[in-house]
C-alpha cells in the first residue's frame, strides 16, 4: 500500500483538502485498497478541530468531504510511514527538511505543485485570511496536483 500525507502549517485548510480530493479521486479509481491518504500540519495549534468551514463549504460544492480532524506532524511517525509527504508551500517544505536532520527522507518529501500538470503555480497559497476566492484557488491547484500525483502512484502499484 502506498501511502501519502499532505502537510501544511495548521491542517484545517489546504493539507484537509487535499486530502479530501485525493481520497474522492483513489475512490472513484477503484484503489482505496492500495492507496491511503491522510494529512496534518507543522504545527499544532489547531490539533483536534475539523477543517475551516470556508475549506469545507467550498470543497463540499465540488463533491468533496472534508472529514479530517487536525493533527500535528511527528516526525519520529511520519516519516517512517509515509510514501509520499506533500507540502503545501515553501515554508512547509522548508520545515520538513528541517525536521529531517539527516536528509534520510529527502526523497520522499515533495511539494503539491510538483505534481501540477495544467496550472503554473509554485505553492499551494494559504487562504485562510482571505476571501472565497483563495479557497477556489487552493481547490484548482490542489485537484491538478492530486491528479497528477495519482498518476504517478498508479505507474508505481
Do not use: W
Not at 478541530?49 to 463533491?63: C, F, L
Not at 517544505?93 to 500538470?117: P, R, S, V
Request: aromatic letters at 8%; charged letters at 30%; proline letters at 2%.
Amino acid at each position: 500500500m502506498k501511502k501519502v500525507l499532505f502537510v501544511c502549517m495548521g491542517n484545517i485548510c489546504r493539507s484537509p483538502a487535499a486530502e479530501g480530493v485525493m481520497q474522492k479521486m483513489i475512490n472513484d479509481s477503484g484503489l482505496s485498497e492500495k492507496i491511503y491518504v491522510d494529512s496534518a500540519g507543522t504545527i499544532g495549534y489547531h490539533s483536534g478541530e475539523r477543517a475551516d468551514r470556508r475549506m469545507i463549504k467550498h470543497a463540499k460544492k465540488r463533491g468533496y468531504d472534508l472529514l479530517s480532524i487536525s493533527r500535528q506532524f511527528d516526525h519520529h511517525r511520519d516519516f517512517l510511514e509515509f510514501d509520499y509527504i506533500v507540502a503545501m508551500d515553501d515554508i512547509n517544505l522548508a520545515d520538513l527538511k528541517q525536521m529531517d536532520e539527516t536528509g534520510q527522507y529527502a526523497h520522499k518529501i515533495f511539494k503539491m505543485t510538483d505534481f501540477c500538470k495544467k496550472i503554473k503555480a509554485d505553492i499551494v497559497p494559504d487562504p485562510y485570511y482571505g476571501g472565497d476566492q483563495g479557497f477556489e484557488t487552493v481547490l484548482d491547484i490542489v485537484e491538478d496536483g492530486c491528479s497528477g500525483l495519482l498518476e504517478k502512484i498508479n505507474k508505481e502499484l
